[in-house]
């Protein structure tokens, strides 16, 4: 499977802040997501990463608050904008199809 | 939406006992996969089930696809400590892009030497 990393894997953010997460793929890949994991919950899937194309969000995320970009087949990146305490949570990002899909380790992110 | 509910929430026992983690919903999915997910890390893929009814076995751990592919067992053999973590279930929707996942909200598995 494709090996994939994040960056930063952990940070502490003031509020009303920005911070930009890096995934990168050690191998092409079509479909990279992201997903959202608060504390004690599950993994949400925000949105699908294209490739030259704006990316596909889900109900509940929007573009203004975590703009994405794919500009190749092995890299992607979430920036969570203007912060708030509600934002803290785990992002992943994977890669693969519905059957298949591989998890980076997580970005730990800490709004105070 | 399409719901999964995971059950129990927490789990703990000792070394060697056998335990079963229940995923259950009220919709069909294509598939169902398994993941185990440990502190500081992403969810690791263990199974993937896709036919109604099927069994896979990975080592002591047992995955079952509800015959009509709405629910999903877990069933672990004589656990070990080395089996602590985080066990998610996610369902494939049916009739969607071959991309979309739920989740279910994990069980808590602590084995205790």
């Known amino acids: 499977s494709a090996v994939i990393s994040q960056k930063p894997s952990r940070d502490i953010c003031q509020r009303g802040t920005s911070l930009t997460i890096q995934c990168q793929v050690d191998?092409?890949?079509?479909?990279m997501f992201w997903y959202r994991q608060q504390p004690g919950q599950s993994l949400t899937l925000i949105a699908t990463a294209n490739q030259g194309s704006e990316a596909t969000y889900e109900s509940g995320f929007v573009i203004d608050k975590f703009p994405i970009s794919r500009p190749n087949l092995t890299f992607s990146t979430l920036t969570v904008s203007n912060m708030s305490p509600e934002d803290s949570s785990i992002y992943l990002c994977s890669v693969g199809t519905g059957r298949y899909q591989h998890f980076g380790d997580g970005t730990r992110l800490s709004i105070l | 939406t399409q719901l999964l509910e995971q059950s129990p929430q927490f789990l703990s026992i000792q070394e060697g006992e056998n335990l079963t983690v229940y995923c259950n919903s009220s919709?069909?999915?294509?598939?169902l996969q398994w993941y185990r997910q440990e502190p500081g890390e992403g969810p690791v893929l263990l199974v993937t089930v896709v036919t109604g009814g099927e069994v896979k076995k990975l080592k002591r751990l047992t995955f079952q696809f509800g015959d009509a592919r709405k629910d999903s067992s877990l069933h672990i053999t004589a656990a070990q400590p080395g089996d602590t973590g985080l066990y998610l279930c996610?369902?494939?929707?049916?009739?969607?892009?071959?991309?979309?996942?739920?989740f279910g909200k994990g069980t808590k598995l602590s084995v205790i030497p």
């Open positions: 919709s069909v999915f294509s598939s």
């Open positions: 191998s092409q890949v079509t479909m």
């Open positions: 996610a369902g494939e929707h049916s009739g969607a892009g071959s991309y979309q996942l739920t």
